[in-house]
């Protein structure tokens, strides 16, 4: 048992210090997507003397381009429904690979178990996930329909 520990600890936390530099990266784009959306829409508003003047730019084939130019994050479901699937298989086949290594070495037995059993629920609820995720973007038009229903 004491020898299986480190191989088990040891992938687990190479993805959480993997996944902690994912979540930070993405976090790190957002940011300047969004400071450079803020300095392009106040150097625009800083232009216009009145209200009406910008509004009347804003509905220009100009204004359309300007405000295009940096678009807010898009909503991507396909994207994260196909990574919730892909997790979900992968966590899931890891599980029952542990589950069936149980009966091989038997001083593991409890451990392998328990990871095995794990692995499984966690890769259940991945996929569980994706289907909740493409029922509710499609009801809100999100795939094969229009984004302008959760305006």
Do not use: C
Not at 14 to 34: D, S
């Amino acid at each position: 048992m004491e020898e299986i520990a480190p191989m088990i600890i040891m992938p687990v936390m190479f993805a959480a210090i993997a996944y902690m530099i994912r979540i930070g990266q993405e976090h790190k784009r957002l940011k300047q997507l969004a400071e450079y959306q803020y300095n392009l829409h106040r150097e625009l508003l800083d232009k216009f003397g009145s209200s009406q003047e910008m509004l009347e730019y804003l509905e220009s084939d100009a204004g359309k381009k300007i405000l295009e130019l940096a678009p807010a994050e898009k909503i991507r479901p396909h994207a994260r429904i196909l990574s919730s699937i892909q997790a979900g298989i992968v966590v899931g086949l890891a599980g029952g690979a542990f589950y069936f290594m149980r009966n091989l070495i038997e001083e593991a037995y409890e451990s392998f178990t328990f990871m095995g059993v794990l692995g499984i629920a966690l890769g259940l609820g991945f996929v569980i996930s994706a289907v909740v995720a493409f029922a509710l973007s499609k009801s809100w038009g999100l795939i094969n329909g229009s984004t302008n229903k959760l305006d």
